[in-house]
T-cell receptor, first 115, second 115 residues
Framework: AQSVAQPEDQVNVAEGNPLTVKCTYS??????LFWYVQYPNRGLQFLLK??????LVKGSYGFEAEFNKSQTSFHLKKPSALVSDSALYFC?????????????FGAGTRLFVKA | NAGVTQTPKFRVLKTGQSMTLLCAQD?????MYWYRQDPGMGLRLIHY???????AKGEVPDGYNVSRLKKQNFLLGLESAAPSQTSVYFC??????????????FGPGTRLTVL
């Protein structure tokens, strides 16, 4: 069965420090990978995606993610966290094959950035 | 360009009542989705549609029905609401082009409480 795991319910980091939000997946083939962010009382917003090519993907608001095929991971990173980065982050995967209509989401990781 | 909109934003129902949630998108997207978000469980797919007049079941379809009579609208119905359907409901859409690489756009959510 296809699944996405975000092993940490919550990540705490001090402002200015680097942050990592972890994601691993179990999907057949080579899926497309996404990160979304959700601010309080809002819908999810797209941050970045991995399609092909360079394993380091850059996205919105200074975020980047590193795709590691051997470890089936797609960790979200930012070199210097801001208090405004505090939100709920979701990793998601989608099948590359024709008919891959669905996107599978992880349970989410809440990020707290302390001033 | 309003993107994805949802009506209503909040609703309280009594057990056994029915209601319809409306999702509208103005981006001419082919694919539309209904998710529910519950604490610690991420987003779970209820139903989805890959085009006008088509619908399909997702991960947790029981107790819900959907219709896509017009391309821009995707309706989610609860025929007889139960407390287990207390949740935040999100609609999403994507163009359906780009071989599954396209991004999903989410609405702001509907917070439903069933007493």
């Amino acid at each position: 069965a296809q699944s996405v795991a975000q092993p940490e319910d919550q990540v705490n980091v001090a402002e200015g420090n680097p942050l990592t939000v972890k994601c691993t997946y179990s999907v057949s083939g080579n899926p497309y990978l996404f990160w979304y962010v959700q601010y309080p009382n809002r819908g999810l917003q797209f941050l970045l995606k991995y399609i092909t090519g360079d394993n380091l993907v850059k996205g919105s608001y200074g975020f980047e993610a590193e795709f590691n095929k051997s470890q089936t991971s797609f960790h979200l990173k930012k070199p210097s966290a801001l208090v405004s980065d505090s939100a709920l982050y979701f990793c998601a995967v989608r099948d590359r094959r024709t008919g891959g209509f669905k996107t599978i989401f992880g349970a989410g990781t809440r990020l707290f950035v302390k001033a | 360009n309003a993107g994805v909109t949802q009506t209503p934003k909040f609703r309280v129902l009594k057990t056994g009542q029915s209601m319809t949630l409306l999702c509208a998108q103005d981006m001419n997207h082919e694919y539309m989705y209904w998710y529910r978000q519950d604490p610690g469980m991420g987003l779970r797919l209820i139903h989805y549609s890959v085009g006008e007049g088509t619908t399909a079941k997702g991960e947790v379809p029981d107790g819900y029905n959907v219709s896509r009579l017009k391309k821009q609208n995707f309706l989610l119905g609860l025929e007889s609401a139960a407390p287990s359907q207390t949740s935040v409901y999100f609609c999403a859409s994507r163009s359906g082009s780009g071989g599954n690489t396209d991004t999903q756009y989410f609405g702001p959510g509907t917070r439903l409480t069933v007493l």
